[in-house]
């Protein structure tokens, strides 16, 4: 499958990793938003989040508790923001299920 966080997830394309488990993955976003950006995903391609559903929806919880555990190891005592884009609207545009985590500056709301 042409999907380049697959690509990432398997080795075949470079990243600098945050965290890894056996079904987990961050890493440094490629074009940061933030002095922290790591984008969060789970091994096993899924769409988006509109691909959630009562089957699945542990990635999710997982997901929170590592992109909670990065901020803490990043310092970031004074918050964070999580994001998801789905979707064309939503302003996705890597179709695999992500997270991104933002710190270390205020952040604007509402966003874009
Ligand atoms: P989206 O717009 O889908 O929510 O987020 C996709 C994110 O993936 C963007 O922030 C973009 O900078 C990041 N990205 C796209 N391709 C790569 C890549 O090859 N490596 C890394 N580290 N980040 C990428
Ligand atoms: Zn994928």
């Known amino acids: 499958m042409d999907c380049i966080f697959c690509k990432i997830a398997n080795n075949e394309v470079l990243s600098e990793k945050v965290y890894e488990d056996e079904k987990f993955l961050a890493f440094n976003d490629l074009d940061p938003q933030a002095p922290v950006h790591v984008l969060i995903i789970p091994k096993e391609h899924v769409k988006s989040a509109d691909e959630i559903t009562d089957k699945n929806s542990d990635i999710v919880g997982k997901m929170f508790i590592i992109a909670a ?12 923001r999580i994001v998801n884009n789905c979707g064309e609207d939503g302003g996705q545009t890597v179709k695999h299920l992500h997270f991104h985590l933002l710190g270390g500056r205020k952040m ?5």
């Open 69 to 80: 555990k990065i901020a803490k190891e990043k310092g970031l005592d004074n918050g964070y």
């Open 108 to 112: 604007n709301w509402p966003a874009g």
